[in-house]
């Protein structure tokens, strides 16, 4: 046979050559491969990647000052906003003319709470100033740089103008700087002043949080995991209800119930006080504190670790743990070199599930969680309804959906995703 | 294949319903009580007068990020939305809501006095008619704070005299202000305090002494339960809330009427409606915010009328049968040591200090 | 302290027992007894019910020590540090069981609070009966004069969103899934990252950001196809929460076709079946548990979610959680956890029949429960 091949291509039975036929094999398994995921992707692609992409897009894009103060922008390039000194009149003209088409289309409160993200007072100022512009005509009335002044001190303050020069580009990493506790300046990046910091504290925290929690899970996950997989079907089943029955609970409900039990006043307070294992006047602080948000949340995420590795236990032959025994070795032995390596697919899928959960959840720490207990999704959600600053709840969306991707990829490097099995 | 039918069906259901109901309005707010006092004076007799189906949404939460998404879309589908005074500014700030001349598109007080004077100072911005006043206030657990009920705001801070938790809204509104005045400053000086670095500081300060002390709460409905629980000896929260609490509920407790922070809620009217539903939402508004309906709006919850005129109509709980005057914000008695939230204030500096107060907060 | 002198006294009681009396149904009955009044004696009515429990308990378990019963159901040959540590497991996943079940069933009772707070008030700790009412339950049902069949509204319509969301994500995510489980599939990562995205993006931007789009397709279906506003709104949050269903379906099914046997399609096309049919008589059987599960994940995800539907969904698809979240936020009541009590009542009702359903089945079969 292999002499044959030597010289020639082998044939395969309807005369093409195997090589060629092969390959149109593979390219038609591909084509069938690429079909049967194709209507999935293309849906997902248009109702959320585009959708999402557009959203984090936010995080750079910053046209409105251009937009609204045009002429403004560019006589701005002439002037150094080191100096310490006022921009020349030409700037506040051209701002004047700006300004007052702004007022026509109603657009200066818009620039004005754009830049109050930056600095306070901008938003008032421009809403105040702009009662007196719509008044005057851009032409008779110059000059304008005295008149201005007049109407409020602060557009004889070089830092309003340099405020609005070093957010004038078109796309800015603002909001990026922003999200991890800098500000862009006149000078380039800072950081912010001490007593506003804590975007970067809220992050580290919601990793760490979510690490334990998803610790926590896994450390209580396995032993019921390892107890469902072995029980008869009977009993197994019965006690699996008692893991779907959380499972099935809304999660507004479950976080209340947590509440009910914990509080000072609580149910665990209470039964411990009526046996007399602690006084009623030192009742234990179990809620409003990091203790709360993770026994809650590892009780609402444990079920998303239980099943993947309940169903990764179960295909597990409880033969292979007798075998190990009879050749010699001892429970811990035979448990930590055979059944557990066999048990970490599912680890790993219930560890992914439970940690990107964990890392988005606001509503839970938000109830039970106190001053400790805030993520950085509850900062994300004030900025998108309460402040309106998309722009930093966008580059804060992106930073952490960064940090996930990162940890997945750290994921698969350490463990292989392909490792990893959920149902 | 049952969904589908199920499916099927409601919108049969629906496409019939809307050919019938031609006129329709989404009127968009809080919920609960609330919604259901409003429900109650302004929705059913419109509807009742004019025909007009009302549709309740109750998203007035969401609703400054939500309107800003439906006008960037192009797709408002709200037709007047309630929202608080700070909020209708920033909507407004943004373009989002419509401006309203009130003198010409509001209804005249019965005397003839014009809107704009009915309302007064309440008039914040140029898109917000204001429906009600509220306070933010203290309830305190009768049982729990000794012989001596407390008379003052500052006994929130006096951690000697009433020692117990107490809860706090989890923003620094409301709560800055508070504690520079138990701090020593003069009610007209508090925002020009806080408008400095160190003002800010120093109310942190002085919210730092009872810092372990406070249980924070972020929705309305947590004060109210935690003073039931017998969790705080004493919170802040809106008044109709405690109201609710004490004649409703029969719970212990009772209302501190000391620096209660006076606030609005009211109506905006989105921007870029079509023209149709635009005078569709502005005659609703008319109707709405007259004397009497103000006056009516009062009966199911204890909330003030923003009108002067609305005042002397305020009559009975329409369940309770009780005199709501003297449960009014607004009343003399309630109203003896006020303090108005300072909207240009918040609106420059809400951010700013919000940011500081978080990490304050987490510190 | 307290411990070590119950754990003296529950000895003696164990000596009395064993030695003087020597008679088990006897001695039982009298533990009981003590327990009972004991418990009345500290505790009234909640005394006597802990009592009967405790008493119950205590001469159950010092039998249980003394005839050696804890070796019945055991291997004869496991040492006695393998007996310990079997019980010591016992317990331990108990606790856990315990931990996991506990919070739901403590605020099930206060479902029938008299009062509108999640509160046990004194007269419900005493079992008064004018401490409970059933007001939360009409609330739910719609029949007290002041509610408006808003919970049974936004109950209904969970019920047709998160079924036809699950449908979506199921049919199309198996697809796909079985699509990326074939060897030589080009960018498969790439692929796969795109496809779990939903699970990763936190909701409040995916929220907004979807927002944009299913206000565009909104705007298209009502005013070029000419469909009626309910049901676009009813669409729009269908194919929204089916996206965030996607990655769970994903998972799950990839994961159970990692061990399946491609030899099995290759056999069936070999006897001349169509890949439809080999499609539904051989794959789908083997990888069911996984779509099962991974429709389980997605259902509950569309019928818990609250944060997407509350930004695309207008007052007429108002779903369960969101009636559930207002119920929290603009009034405490209790009407959240009464919805809470009837859903799990149901879903125990269906898990277990559907257990005994198994059970019996397997008998006429004739298996033995393994």
Redesign the interface.
Known sequence: MTDQTAGQDMIAADGMPLKKSLAKS?QR??M??????A???I??????????????FRSVENSIVQDTLPKTVVALQDWDELSGELPDEAVFTAFVEDFIIAVEN??H??I??RL??EV?????LF?KSARKVKKWDPVQDAPFRDKLIDVDKDWGDPATWSIIKTHSVKYTNGYFLNAIDMQRTAEGAQAQPE????LI??FI?TVKMSLIITGMCIL?GY??AW?LANL???SA??????????????????T??????L?????IN?TLVW???VSNDARLEII?NQFGTITAMT?IL?PFMI??MY?VMQ?IPPSYLRAAKSLGAT?WTAFWRVYFPQSI?GIG?GSI?VF??AI?Y??TP?IVG???G?FI?N????H???????GL??AL?AI??AV??VL?WAYDKIVG??N???? | MKFTKTLLATTALTVAAGAVAAQEMTIVSWGGAYSKSQLKAYHEPYSAKTGVTIINDDSSAEAVAKLRAMNEAGNVTWDVVDVVAADAMRLCDEGLAMEIDADTQLAPAPDGTPASEDFGDLLVSDCFIPQIVYSTTFGYRTDLVGDTPPTSVCAVFDLENYPGKRSLEKRPINNMEWALLCDGVAKEDVYDVLETPEGQDRALAKLDTIKDSVVWWSAGADTPQLLADGEVIMGSTYNGRLFSVIEEQKQPVAMLWDAQVFDLDGWIIPAGLSEERKQRALDYIYFATDTQRLADQAKYISYGPARASSAPLVGKHEELGIDMAPHMPTDPNNAKNTFLYNYEFWADYRDDIDAKFQAWLAK | MGMIGGAVILMGLATLYITVINNEKLSRWLNLALFVVAGFAFAQVGGIVLGLIYGSLTSWFIFWLYEGRYRRNLLPYLTPGQVLWHYTFRVICGAIFVFLITPILVVLPLSFNAQDFFTFTPEMLRLDPDGYSLKHYQDFLGLRADSNGEWLRSFKNSLVIAPIATIISVSLGTLAAIGLSQSHVPAKRAIMAILISPMIVPLIISATGMFFFYSDLGNFMENTMGMNKNFVGYVKVVLAHAVLGIPFVIITVTATLVGFDRSLTRAAANMGANPVTTFFRVQMPLILPGVISGGLFAFITSFDEVVVVMFIGSASQKTLPWQMFLGLREQISPTILAVATILVALSVALLVTLELLRRRSERLRGMSPS
């Open positions: 593979l398994e591909k069938r491969a690429l079909m049967l995921i209507p999935l992707l849906f997902v692609l248009i109702t959320f990647i585009f959708p999402i992409g557009s959203m984090l109603k657009e409160t818009r004005g709470s109050n993200y306070s007072g901008m938003s008032s809403r007593d506003k910091q804590i504290k809220l925290r209580l032993p019921v107890i008869p079907n009977r089943n019965m006690l699996m209800i008692l893991v779907l029955l959380p499972f099935w609970t809304s999660l507004l409900v479950r209340s119930a947590w509440k009910v039990m509080q000072n006043q609580g149910v209470d046996l007399g294992l409003n009780h444990l099943l993947p169903s295909t429970n697919p899928a599930l990107i959960l988005g606001y509503i938000e106190g001053t400790d805030v999704s900062r994300i959600a004030y998108i309804s309460s402040s309106l600053n998309w709840a966008a969306g952490l959906l996930v991707l997945y995703i392909d990893v099995k959920l149902g």
